[in-house]
């Protein structure tokens, strides 16, 4: 497996078969859809999340680590530098400790330990366009012997932090109680509904995801005006990972080897996430999965305080949506209501249609090495991070099969497609 993963990796092919001359047969290119423009190099840090302003700011995240920050902006096609500044990245030597030998992620609410996501949301009459930023806190270490180590989460460290992008600071900060956000959890992605009448704090919620390879996934629904937050579908079967999923990835199945540990695979549970544009529904699945489950907002919203049957009608109405062809990474969704989702074994992107209950294949490219996260902008444009993930020593056997540079990847959104602006 790891002689073939560095062939792979060294040849870096840009076609899927290996000689098209003298053959009379039907051949795969590898390519679909609109073209690819390669917008940003990756040199420094191998990226996990981005997202893009209204005026074509591109901001990107790294989980750590050993890297020295985790959140940045790109200042030209290739390089990024740590934002808003420096000193709010927390330095390598402060990520983590350990209490009894269990090692803990930093509880420092004011710096960011771990940063996983990102997401923009537009100007309001009361908000400036805003950079959402999902800390982890759980960073990633390597010990003397080169195995990594995801430290538990400490209560502070876990947070939602708001940026405004006319002036680069930090405005809104949101921590999460331990009955919420537990030591285990791992927060992976976000969206936003910001219309006031959504919530009864009047300034809108945040649904985040939890993804916690330990067991326990699920959803973290966050009132963005009273600071609130609650859990709905925690190891719900749609959330849940499923168990020995063989992926495969440029043609071979692929086993995760881990230094340290038996050789296993995948474990990550509830991943993609996308709320309809019309505010009414999440679509989500686990990462190890096939299928495409679907549950109203209405019942992510409701509280126990008001309703004790709250969780059991969430869990009752869940929808499953059937297969989509292969296990997907992160999701995006349009103004025309598509639901983008990342399929890291096709090297390409998925769109889901609700209007014909299909889907769709969106782009497909050889260079699409692990469609890690993605962004849809106002200016019309689909952006991809691709960052050779399956090549990474953690599942590696220790050994970096990546060869930089990483990428962001962007295409024409189809229909005259664009950013959803209804929720605002």
């Not at 983590?96 to 990102?118: E, H, R």
Request: hydrophobic fraction near 35%.
């Amino acid at each position: 497996m790891l002689a073939l993963f560095c062939l792979v990796a060294t040849a870096l092919a840009q076609i899927t078969f290996q000689d098209a001359s003298g053959t009379s047969l039907r051949t795969d290119n590898g390519s679909y859809g609109p073209p690819l423009e390669e917008i940003h190099y990756y040199w420094d840090q191998w990226p996990i999340g981005l997202s893009v302003s209204s005026t074509g700011r591109l901001f990107v995240c790294y989980t750590r680590g050993d890297y020295s920050y985790t959140l940045g902006e790109a200042v030209n096609k290739t390089a990024e530098k740590p934002y808003p500044s420096a000193e709010l990245n927390l330095p390598v030597s402060q990520l983590g400790t350990s209490f009894n030998g269990i090692p803990f992620g930093s509880s420092d609410s004011t710096a960011f330990i771990s940063v996983q996501a990102l997401y923009i949301t537009p100007e309001t009459p009361t908000r400036d366009e805003t950079l959402w930023v999902l800390d982890t806190g759980r960073p990633s270490i390597k010990d003397s012997k080169n195995k990594s180590t995801t430290y538990y989460a400490s209560p502070g460290g876990p947070k939602l932090v708001g940026i405004s992008l006319r002036n680069d600071s930090i405005y809104e900060t949101f921590a999460f109680p331990a009955s919420v956000h537990y030591p285990d959890s791992y927060m992976n992605d976000l969206r936003f509904d910001m219309r006031a009448n959504i919530s009864a704090g009047g300034r809108g919620v945040a649904y985040i995801v939890d993804s916690s390879d330990e067991g326990r996934p699920g959803f973290i629904i966050l009132d963005l005006g009273t600071g609130d937050s609650w859990r709905r579908l925690t190891q719900h079967p749609s959330v849940l990972r499923v168990e020995r999923d063989v992926p495969s990835y440029f043609g071979h199945a692929f086993y995760q080897r881990s230094v340290g540990s038996p050789i296993s695979t995948l474990k990550e549970g509830n991943d993609g996430m996308q709320l309809s544009a019309d505010g009414a529904t999440i679509y989500y699945s686990p990462l190890t999965s096939d299928v495409l489950y679907s549950v109203p907002t209405a019942n992510l919203l409701a509280r126990d305080t008001g309703n004790p049957l709250a969780e059991l009608a969430a869990a009752n109405n869940v929808s499953c949506l059937g297969q989509r062809g292969g296990n997907a990474n992160g999701f995006e969704g349009d103004s025309n209501g598509l639901v983008y989702m990342l399929m890291p074994e096709h090297n390409a992107v998925y769109y889901y249609d609700p209007a014909d209950l299909q889907t769709h294949t969106f782009i497909r490219d050889p260079r699409i090495m692990w469609p890690d996260s993605a962004s849809v902008a106002e200016d019309g444009y689909f952006y991809v991070n691709i960052n050779q993930l399956p090549f990474q020593p953690q599942w590696n056997d220790g050994v970096d099969l990546r060869v930089k540079p990483g990428a962001v990847l962007r295409a024409k959104l189809p229909r005259g497609g664009s950013k959803i602006r209804g929720l605002v």
